[in-house]
């Protein structure tokens, strides 16, 4: 990189060759900032007024040229990126105008303070990369025969490929804050199938609904709040529900013990959860709850505790405008319609109406896992659990297992 300091000749040209771009004189400008960079060729900041003039005198492939010797000395340059593909784009040369946007736009920092202009040059840039990746989807649709919505576990992975390909869909990982078991799989929603028990869960809604209605839930003494850390740790995307009644639950077990009076009042909740294999770690599970959103609320992304559990929702009041997202898969919130997914993989949740949400919670063992291994996880969660209390039988083990996962 260059070692001239402020007022050096090549700063001097750079001074006059801006000059001469305001004025309308991008001929002279390019000139000077062709001498500026013959003296200091390692400053991108000049490289990219060079580009800048040749653009503004219609040399596309000259302004090209000066753009990879600044992109060479920073790859990862925005401004050098969304000129390369503005470039790009008025030499017809759509597709690599949509990668190179698409590099742009990655490499932008969230909090980057942009001029007016800036940001209408980012949404075309947007509209030109997302037209890209939909019409390279399509086409590889065409290119196998697939002309409608996939329905079977292969064809729903074959059609994630294909957006993942395209660019239409980030790929996400199993990202669990405090055991990760190897070998299974991150799939974010799991079909309906692994899970025999699903339908009359769902059959079940009414009954669970009265329960509910019954202890007037959503305004309930019992409810505390789902996110209740002490002030010493890190609260991260948690600092504005910490201790906050927006998300708030009402537990039927927890840390693997049920609440008896809870569970007392809601015998239809309990029976329909009685027909469910849940797992059983001492200290851990199982664990159910209902879980309260209040309105205008949102649960930011995080991911949840081990990848050997799944989380099982069950929708049991729903207004509308409220929605959940589990990687790139987002759904809409249908009252006793149930899903189960690996809370392990970045998820949020969101209720924009003017009324509460409230679903039931509950984990399950991940249908990935082996029956033969599943007691195995139980025996050395409680082991470790055992290990830690020895020195403090009151301290809560670390990363006690909930129900919708408290990702930090």
Known sequence: MSTLTAGSPADSLQAAGDRAMRLGDPRSAAGLFERAVALDPGRLDIWIGLAACRRSLGEPEAALGALERALTLDPRCFPALLMKGSLFESLKREKQAAVTYGHALDVLPNDAPLAESTRKALAHAQEVRDRYTADLASSLRRELGITEAPRSLESKRLSTFIDAMSGRRKIYHQEPVGFHYPGLPAIEFFEREDFPWIEDLEASTGAILGDLLALGAAQSPELEPYINYPDSLPLDQWAELNRSFSWSAYH???EGKPIAA???????TMAALAAIPQPKVQRRSPTAMFSILQPGTRIPPHTGVANTRAVAHLPLIVPDNCGFRVGGDSRRVEKGVAWVFDD??????WNLSAEPRI?????????C??????????QLMAAMDRF??????DQTPPWVVSAEGRGG
Do not use: K
């Open 252 to 254: 039927l077990y927890r």
């Open 262 to 268: 809870h569970c007392e009042a809601c015998p239809a």
């Open 344 to 349: 392990t993989i970045e998820h949020e949740a």
């Open 359 to 367: 679903i039931l919670i509950f984990d399950v063992w991940n249908p």
């Open 369 to 378: 896992l082996p029956e033969a291994e599943r007691e195995v996880v139980a």
């Open 388 to 393: 830690n209390q020895e020195e403090n039988t």
